[in-house]
């Protein structure tokens, strides 16, 4: 898809829409946002890759667990203080 | 009946018990991520509870104890871990604070992947794509794409302005599409 917004308004959209799918926007800002997203295919574009992003980042990065072991130990230490 | 006369200390471990120790697991990831070394790891993690633990008088009872704990671990890396460490492969924090700041003056660039590219990508690449990034960056996308804290939270457990927290977050981002546009490619994505 062609890009048809200027550059330095693309990043200004690009903000917003990271904010937004973040939780972070107030809501009249949210609400404004929303509707352009209903509206343009640009938009609702950079919104969906963002939502990917983030599906893709909470899901797919290896998670480590501690353990039980790690656990135990801290309590252990912890009596012993 | 004999009074008990342990019973402040009692108090302590249920509070450490039932408020923080169920962010361990958060907090190993998070440390793992930092460190990329599950001992170093471990190292960290013992020395922010026992810290936490220290301190737990201080602690409200119901408020935010993982972005406590968050806190404590990430001052715990940057001032002792990484002094001792002196990782060739890290980026000094100052001169991170440095780029960033430059970078926040350029105006930014605007780099974006699509959708079903990031559908098709591997845990493994995205992992240690992130894991390349320099500390400060990967720390905001940890904290705020993994762990879910809001700007706010962010801001107090690094210490920096939220519109700083905004910025560092958008450059970190682009910095991860980056670096996984050339294994997108290499996966037949144009």
Redesign the interface.
């Known amino acids: 898809m062609e890009n048809t917004t200027p550059?330095?308004q693309?990043?200004d959209l690009?903000?917003k829409i990271?904010?937004l799918v973040?939780?972070?926007l107030d809501r009249p800002a949210e609400r404004d946002l929303l509707k352009k997203i209903q509206t343009c295919e640009e938009t609702l574009?950079?919104y969906?890759?963002q939502?990917?992003?983030?599906?893709?980042?909470?899901e797919?990065?290896?998670?480590?667990?501690?353990g039980e072991d790690?656990?135990e130990?801290?309590?252990s230490?912890?009596?012993g203080? | 009946m004999i009074a008990v006369s342990s019973e402040p200390i009692s108090n302590?471990?249920q509070l450490?018990?039932n408020e923080l120790?169920p962010h361990?697991?958060a907090?190993?990831?998070f440390a793992?991520?930092l460190t990329y070394n599950?001992a170093d790891?471990?190292d960290l993690?013992?020395e922010t509870?026992?810290k936490a633990?220290r301190f737990i008088n201080s602690f409200d009872s119901g408020t935010n104890a993982k972005a406590w704990l968050f806190k404590i671990l990430k001052n715990g890396f940057i001032n002792e871990y990484r002094k001792k460490k002196k990782e060739p492969n890290k980026v000094d924090y100052e001169d991170v604070i440095a780029y960033q700041d430059a970078d926040e003056d350029s105006?930014?660039?605007?780099f974006?992947?699509?959708?079903?590219i990031?559908?098709g990508?591997?845990?493994?690449e995205?992992?240690v794509a992130?894991n390349r990034l320099p500390i400060d960056f990967k720390t905001v996308?940890l904290l705020?794409?993994?762990e879910?804290f809001?700007?706010e939270e962010i801001a107090k457990i690094i210490d920096i302005p939220i519109g700083t927290v905004?910025s560092r977050?958008?450059r970190a981002?682009n910095m991860?599409?980056e670096s996984l546009k050339e294994y997108a490619e290499k996966m037949g994505y144009k």
Request: with cysteine.
């Open positions: 550059p330095n693309q990043r690009q903000d990271s904010l973040d939780g972070e574009q950079l969906k890759n939502v990917a992003y983030k599906k893709m980042v909470s797919k990065i290896t998670r480590k667990c501690c790690l656990k130990a801290l309590r230490k912890i009596r203080l | 302590k471990e450490f018990e120790l361990a697991d907090l190993y990831n793992y991520h599950e790891a471990n993690v013992q509870f026992m633990f105006g930014g660039v605007v974006d992947l699509r959708e079903d990031f559908d990508m591997m845990g493994d995205i992992t992130l996308i705020c794409d993994i879910g809001t700007y905004r977050l958008h981002r991860l599409k």
